[in-house]
């Protein structure tokens, strides 16, 4: 162990993540502190940590993405640096800045660095400098509709509206035709203004039947940056990845290549120090395009330990330590396939809505290759007031269909009661044909799962017409008694016949 890592860290997180880099500190024998929020009290990574501060009410404002009580708790504890997670104050370049006037090291990139790959515009303008990719269209925002319309007859349509502060889907609009831009410049600024408090816009070509390929990047301070392959996330609902994949079955070898050396040039063309991630977007050709880069540690990050044997919430610590990548970094294959699946407290059966309440029973599946990275235990509490992932599952496996197979029974074993999750349609994608041949698209939801969603409409109106026949016909021929007294009606539990309580999800 190092002399030069640091003694204690504290985690401005929150649920998985915050577990996930308390586990991380743990393994390089770092004292943790936790903080929460009055919503956490009773919280999985609040007790997960040596250490937990308390920082304010449940509104994100007052508490997580509050920076001064974020500073504050990690004077009063001690800490000498602060990992942000993902999420939260992660991507927020004012947040290192005032981790750096406190004296207390950033696990992250420099705020120059995230601040340039903020700004989508000005980011595509600086990569296209550096020869990477771009997707054809716009290298400035502008308010002239009349410059988005000449943008797009030069594009040809349809095109893609996207705010230049974005990520994460808000403020984007696809346009098909030419009337619909106007409406749909509108409808981008004020979604961007509500969300990033910028309502600055720009177009681009919008790809259409394209994969969403991301490559996982590590930088440190002294001129080492490499790449630690791909994963593939085009399973997106309302562009919100929900399954993710590596390796992609689109790339081989020499592709693989060369989207690799752009994503390390991307890094060092802005100068990134510690880990990220670079996103491309790829044609029915095999082109590529440079799509933005996410400066922090993704949520899918354990496929790409899985598959590479590595620890990344580790390697980022020692970067931020002012360490140099770990050897095994230098030497890095991928063996095997790993998928993961993020399980939301949502209705998959009725458009995604949240679903809160209490978890009544929790058991996680187990077995070889089969990993959960979770924020939730038996009794905790899912509220409104963060975003729904409740954990994450992955699995890996030699080949892509055995990690598939893997993940559907895993799926199958993880129980949850007490709040609606997203299972049930995780089952129904994976198992798709056109999943299992590998012709994941980034409109493969709405392209192949809509039937399922009618599906599911009918064989819910179905069961309550069976149920309420069943109501008027059956009370008058079933009756149970002991015979001492009058016969009864029985209750629905009595003539279930044999019965458990669970949430299984197999037919």
Known sequence: ????????????????????VINACRVLGIKSVAVFSEADRGSKHRFAADESVFIGPPPPRQSYLDIGKIIQAAKETGCEAIHPGYG????????????????????????DAMLLMGNKVESRIKMSGAGVPLIPGMTASAVDPKVFREAADKAGYPVMIKAAAGGGGKGMRIVHQPNELNDALEAARREALNAFNDDSVYLEKYIANARHIEFQVL???????VHAFERECSIQRRHQKIIEETPSVALNEQLRTRMGDAAVAVAKAAGYVNAGTVEFLVDEKGAFYFLEMNTRIQVEHPITEMVTGTDLVVEQIRIAAGLPLSEQMHHLTQRGHAIECRIYAED??????????RILHYTEPIGPGIRVDSGITRGSEITIDYDPIMAKLIVHAPDRPGAIRKMINALHEY????VKTSKRFMVDVLGHPEFQAGRTYTNFLGRHMGERLSAVDDHVAL?????????LTTRRGITVGSGDGPAV????????????IGDSIHE
């Open 88 to 111: 939260f104050l992660a991507e927020n370049s004012e947040f290192p800045k005032a981790c750096r006037d406190a004296g207390i090291v950033f696990i992250g990139p420099p705020p």
């Open 415 to 418: 129980k949850i009661l007490g």
């Open 348 to 357: 998959g059966e009725n458009s995604f809505m949240p679903s809160t309440g």
């Open 219 to 225: 930088a440190d301070s002294h001129d080492n940056c």
């Open 463 to 471: 069961a309550a017409a069976v149920a309420s026949v069943a109501s």
């Open 489 to 500: 009606v029985p209750s629905p539990w009595e003539a279930l016949g044999a019965w458990e």
């Open 1 to 20: 162990m190092s002399d030069k890592l640091f003694k204690k860290v504290l985690v401005a997180n929150r649920s998985e993540i915050a577990v996930r």
